[in-house]
């Protein structure tokens, strides 16, 4: 069950991407990132009303809060890459960070999750996945090496960013709940978001034109967001972050290729490959991990 939602979270995660990128060429970076957590911010309070779930919690480590934090970092991260390294290698990039602080998680049980010591049988996982990377990896065409280094060391942080906001909203949701520890995650991006934005703009612009009604679906990123880390909530302390990480990807590469192929954008035949190699190593991994475990309850 929570391999499948693994899946969907990717599928969930690339829609948003594709919807929130609508918004942001719509307004600007800054802006739409705001929009999106004002949105978020408001629709996961609503939920949690209705739901007569608790608005706020009182944690045992104040760290726990900050996931909405890191969480705005990733929100901008990629757009230091964009222009100077391919759209496939930020993908990869993003990837290596990803499985190397989660391979740390796992392994060492950082932050307090349940240690998943490193099997013999990941190692097909990982190399399918380095592999993946590798063909992935592109040069940008253009741009100075300094420009290009800064583009992959931010895809790479990115991706450790993701990872650790992901884990630290799944610790407070422990105590606060699924549905809680979402709306605690919008809350405490929010002011940061604004702040990023005015401090960006040197104050708001207000040049900008509001789509009219028949686009409103642009603005519904900020729901998915709830969404998705609602089920990163319930899933994080049920899979291990190593696996969580690879099924996530696999589901949102494809999604995005499907989404590329219906509003007939083309699709990257490198990213397809890519995406094939990962997706064979995690489920030749599964595989393996199912015989084990039929032969240790003989």
């Known amino acids: 069950m929570y ?18 990128g609508q918004l942001t060429s719509a307004y600007d970076l800054f802006v ?3 929009i999106i957590h004002v949105i978020g911010t408001v629709f996961s309070l609503i939920v949690c009303l209705c739901r007569h779930q608790k608005i706020l ?11 909405g934090a890191i969480g705005v970092f990733t929100t901008f991260g990629n757009n230091l890459s964009y222009g100077r390294i391919s759209m496939t290698s930020i993908v990869a990039l993003v990837l290596f960070g990803q499985t190397v602080i989660s391979l740390l998680i796992d392994s060492f049980g950082l932050m307090g999750m349940e240690k998943h010591p490193f099997k013999k049988t990941s190692v097909i996982g990982l190399v399918f996945a380095l592999a993946g990377m590798l063909v992935m990896l592109q040069p940008s065409g253009g741009g100075s090496n300094a420009g290009a280094a800064m583009a992959v060391a931010a895809s790479f942080v ?52 509001v789509l009219p009604v028949h ?15 609602f089920l990163y909530n319930v899933v994080v302390p049920k899979v291990a972050s190593f696996r969580l990480t690879i ?26 490959i890519g995406g094939a ?3 064979a190593g995690m489920l030749v991994n599964m595989i393996l991990d199912a015989m084990q475990a039929k032969q240790s309850e003989q």
Request: a neutral charge.
């Open 277 to 279: 190699l990962v997706a």
């Open 215 to 229: 686009s409103w679906w642009i603005y519904c990123g900020g729901m998915l967001g709830v969404l998705t880390v």
């Open 158 to 209: 990115t991706g450790i960013f993701l990872v650790l906001a992901r884990t630290v909203n799944g610790r407070l949701a422990e105590q606060a709940g699924a549905l809680t520890g979402s709306f605690i995650n919008h809350l405490v991006g929010l002011p940061i978001t604004v702040f990023i934005m005015l401090f960006a703009r040197h104050g708001v612009d207000a040049s900008f034109t």
């Open 57 to 67: 919690v009182k944690a045992e480590a104040p760290w726990m809060y900050l996931g």
């Open 247 to 272: 099924l996530t990807f696999v589901a949102q590469v494809f999604t995005s290729l499907v989404l590329d192929v219906l509003f007939g954008n083309g699709y990257s035949k490198v990213t397809l």
């Open 3 to 20: 391999n499948l939602l693994s899946l969907v979270i990717g599928a969930v995660v690339a829609i948003m991407i594709a919807i929130n």
């Open 32 to 34: 739409s990132a705001a």
